[in-house]
């Protein structure tokens, strides 16, 4: 084959064509064979051709009595018959070039077509992408670059490209019994949460995003990106998350005890919640939030802490979830501001509530209401339509002012908590609802407040604004109000607050 290339390809040969014979010794006897280049190669061309191809021949071939190598532009065949024919035989030689011919221009057409096919796919798949990316692209608009997948910076410390597992669709429906509704757990602002298991039977929670939904895709991946990276005892670990058939689902760590809200807004079960277990629920979000905030690889705000989104695990330990609004913040970067407020009233700080500013100082507005509630057994929002005719902010700060603040103390708890703690407990709680957000102290300064008995704490402003009414007094009596001058406006005015 090496002579039959170098005769194919010589000067005189004009028609880059060889063909020949040898016998091989022993039982193989002749052999024969052909080489063929297209007119349109140079003769170096064409030998570089033939010459790859016969490199090829001892890997794919070697077993082969009879073999052909061909491409688009050159021929090699190898065979135990004369399968082409002699000079003399001109038209039949004539034919046997017409059908190699034939055969070259099937193989270059053929392709051609699928270079085509290929390309108009590659195409479309392209163009698809592209429109796809675009729409996301405004969906999460509102997405700090440093929150989203760098597909550049794997190694970087800083990267959030995290290897997130993902778990096939047909699995969950498998595990939740396809969404049933004795598998469903509860339902929150993202959607139903369903109880599954893994393969290994570890009960796992799943959270599916639902169709009419207020949130979409940016809160979904705002999960996804924070969870998959922050690591803390004090948060919620994602296990792994879905994207199939439209179907958006992350799967979560089982909290076997539910949220905080659960228990602590339930007559019965709060009983369970002593005052070593109100304490360390405080305690354990105090170290969840700081390391959001200070220790974490980014600087991240939740901005919808409330008890709700506090989970409790089988020892009745904290765990913060629901990461759809947080934000992160670049290093440096103290507030922001957004014209689309969303979150939960009664633990909005009122500069983000009324302007739509956000920052550090936000959460800790929320931890102090959270502490409030915890200490009391009341939810702030409501609070103000109880007796006391205020929010739960306004009442705690005045029983403080009073002198009076054990009384905000839940009556389940009794005698068993101690006065100092709890006294303690209350006026960093207040401080981390003041009003003003200079005012309120830092979550590395409200973890050091929590675990000294030593420390001398500032006292507190008056709380924000954020829910409110006063009560209109009644009447002490009738006599009383006969002897009033009548020219006197009695009428109560409303302190008219925002909720």
Known sequence: MPNLIKNATAESNLMMYATGEFNSGGPLGERYGLVQCTLDLTREQCSQCLNAMLDQVPKRCAAKVEWMVGSPSCLMKYEDYMFYNSPGSSLLNSAKK???????????????????????????FLR?????????????????????????????????????????????????????????LGEGGFGPVYKGSLQDGTEVAIKRLSKASGQ???????????IAKLQHRNLVRLLGCCVENNEKLLVYEYMSNSSLAFHLFDEERRKKLNWRLRLNIINGLARGILYLHE???????????????????????????????????????????TTR??????????????????????????????????????????????????????????????????????????????????????????????????????????????????????NPNHPAFSVGRKIREEDQTSNNASNIDPSVNIASVSNILPR
């Open 216 to 226: 979409g895709l940016v809160e979904f991946m705002n999960e996804v990106i924070f």
């Open 295 to 337: 220790d974490s690889r980014l600087r991240v705000i939740h901005r919808d802490l409330k008890a709700s989104n506090v989970l409790l695990d089988d020892d009745m330990n904290p765990k913060i979830s629901d990461f759809g609004l947080a934000r992160a913040f670049e290093k440096g970067q103290n507030q922001e501001n």
């Open 98 to 124: 017409s059908r190699i011919k034939t055969k070259t221009l099937i193989i270059i057409i053929v392709s051609v077509l699928v270079a085509v096919a290929l390309l108009s796919s590659g195409f479309y």
């Open 128 to 184: 698809q992408r592209k429109n796809k990316l675009n729409n996301d692209a405004l969906l999460l608009e509102s997405i700090p670059i440093s929150m989203c997948y760098n597909s550049q910076s794997q190694g970087d410390e800083d990267s959030l490209n995290a290897d997130l597992p993902t778990v096939p669709l047909i699995w969950i429906r498998q595990s939740t019994n396809n969404f049933s509704d004795c598998c469903k």
């Open 341 to 458: 407020v969303m979150g939960t009233y009664g633990y909005m700080a009122p500069e983000y509530a009324m302007e739509g500013l956000y920052s550090v100082k936000s959460d800790v507005f929320s931890f102090g209401v959270l502490l409030l509630e915890i200490i009391s057994g009341k939810r702030n929002g409501g609070f103000y339509l109880s007796e006391h005719g205020q929010s739960l902010l306004v009442y705690s700060w005045r029983l403080w002012c009073e002198g009076e603040c054990l009384k905000l103390v839940d009556p389940i708890l009794e005698n068993t908590y101690t006065r100092n703690e709890v006294r303690r407990c209350i006026q960093i709680g207040l401080l981390c609802v003041q009003e003003d957000a200079v005012d309120r102290p830092t979550m590395s300064t409200v973890v050091v407040m929590l675990a000294s008995e030593t420390m001398t704490l500032p």
